[in-house]
């Protein structure tokens, strides 16, 4: 049987996530090559949270005013952009791209871990499990196990992109707060408390007004902003709520196969025999964190 017509879409919905920020790791290297760490992610926060403000005023929709949900959103800013993206930016300085994909793409795993342990919101079966095993053994075949070598050189860009990548975790747990809200509200929320997090760190540590950014890095910053941020950030949202935190987290394992398909595409890159069988352990690993099982019929039991 084929999926239903609206978990096509959400499906759909999430390899444009994937393949969004996927294209992140491009913006934030070329970004961060004449931008300082902070001041482009405080950056990248803030154009993100104008655009989706003017979105929602557009749309005719207004950001709740009440405490409790402004909590929220600070707790959401921290764990999904302030910490994770400022730590990525900061690594990607030292770190090749192929260990940074194969660092990130562990999301799934500490949020499965941490629905396991601590909330237990949604089922640990273990078709969930294969899923987390299949893709990350997949990612290492895409990659190439040569790319694992760098593995203990500079210990503290890798510490950071796994201390991300829990953050990230936390984050599409922490997001099934906000299902009774628009998409594009705790998105928009969320980057407006982390723009005001990171502004004033920025006009003490990098002292912006003295850079001098050159044109790819201010293009990448905007890339970055308006489509890997602000465009990803309603998606995002809208998943958690249709296919579960863990669900959504299985975007970070689609990232890479999605970005060596454009690679062949536009570069004449070639793919291993090794990059094929990985592609197909990502698919059905994600297949099994995001497809529901089918469930049985309970008129079989009294016809």
Excluded at 69 to 74: E, P
Aim: charged share 10%; proline share 5%.
């Amino acid at each position: 049987m084929t999926a239903p017509r609206s978990l096509t879409f959400e499906l759909l919905l999430l390899a444009l996530l994937a393949t969004l920020w996927g294209a992140s790791y491009t913006f934030i290297k070329l970004g961060v090559a004449t931008i300082p760490p902070v001041t482009f992610i405080a950056a990248r926060t803030l154009i993100a949270a104008f655009i989706l403000l003017t979105v929602l005023r557009m749309r005719g929709l207004r950001l709740p005013h009440d405490r409790t949900t402004w909590k929220r959103f600070a707790i959401q800013a921290a764990l999904n952009s302030v910490m994770p993206f400022t730590l990525i930016a900061w690594a990607e300085l030292t770190i090749d791209a192929g260990l940074a994909a194969i660092l990130n793409s562990t999301t799934p795993i500490f949020t499965f871990l941490l629905t396991l342990v601590l909330t237990r919101h949604e089922p640990s079966s273990l078709r969930k499990f294969f899923g987390v095993l299949a893709g990350m053994i997949g990612i290492c075949l895409i990659i190439g196990v040569e790319a694992l070598n760098g593995v203990g050189r500079e210990l503290l860009a890798q510490l950071a992109m796994l201390i991300a990548t829990v953050s990230y975790a936390g984050a599409a747990i922490f997001g099934r707060n906000f299902k009774d809200l628009d998409p594009m509200m705790p998105a928009a929320g969320s980057m407006l408390c982390g723009a005001v997090m990171l502004i004033p760190l920025s006009l003490v540590i990098d002292q912006p007004w003295t850079l001098s950014p050159s044109t790819s890095s201010l293009l990448a910053l905007l890339g970055l902003a308006v489509f890997s941020t602000a465009l990803a950030f309603c998606i995002f949202f809208r998943l958690v709520n249709t296919l579960g935190s863990v669900g959504t987290t299985a975007q970070a394992y689609l990232r890479v196969p999605i970005g060596v398909a454009i690679g062949a595409l536009f570069l004449s890159e070639r793919l291993t025999d090794t990059a094929w069988i990985g592609l197909v352990c990502v698919v059905a690993g994600v297949a099994a964190m995001t497809i529901p099982p089918r469930k049985r019929n309970a008129t079989a039991v009294t016809s």
